[in-house]
């Protein structure tokens, strides 16, 4: 899903990384079927990034997740720590 951008802001279409992080979290959950929604949004607090990455996983128990990176750094270790780190 695009970026809203703020007013001066040019607007980024996200679509291509959207689905490589999507196919990343459904390699990593070995569930093709599971409903993964990828966005990006804005960070206000402090301690992170001017954008963020939210990962929505819609099973029966739904989460949601936070990559502290805009959609477009993040790469597959981030997927990978941030699904190992909700386990434990």
Do not use: Y
Not at 22 to 38: H, T
């Amino acid at each position: 899903m695009p970026l809203i951008p703020s007013p001066g802001q040019k607007k980024v279409d996200n679509t291509a990384f959207s689905a490589r992080v999507r196919g990343w979290v459904r390699e990593e959950l070995q569930d093709d079927s599971v409903s993964v929604v990828i966005t990006e949004a804005n960070c206000s607090e402090d301690s992170c990034s001017p954008l963020e990455t939210i990962i929505a996983i819609l099973e029966q128990n739904p989460r949601t997740l936070h990559i502290d990176k805009a959609m477009c750094d993040v790469i597959q270790s981030d997927v990978i720590e941030v699904l190992a780190t909700e386990k434990s």
